[in-house]
């Protein structure tokens, strides 16, 4: 995220957060904040990088991308 006063740079990461306020932390009560992150990391890797596809990426997925490129990173 950028500085105060440009917007344009904050647009991709305050649309993000948006999406990610109206399809998790406004469905529900979350009892720990725990399951708070489990519902944001399940969301983000279900969601974002298994299943929506990206315009940049030719209209792939982040994980087709990868496969297809050979640029998978490995777990370590």
């Not at 006063?5 to 009560?29: H, I, P, T, W, Y």
């Not at 519902?39 to 997925?61: D, M, V």
């Amino acid at each position: 995220m950028a500085r105060v006063g440009a917007c344009a740079d904050n647009a991709a990461m305050e649309s993000f957060f948006s999406l990610l306020q109206k399809n998790v932390l406004g469905r529900q009560q979350w009892l720990t904040r725990q399951d708070l992150r489990l519902a944001i990391t399940t969301r983000i890797e279900r969601i974002y990088y298994h299943r929506r596809r990206k315009r940049r990426l030719g209209k792939l997925t982040p994980l087709e991308n990868e496969t297809i490129n050979g640029t998978a990173l490995t777990a370590a």
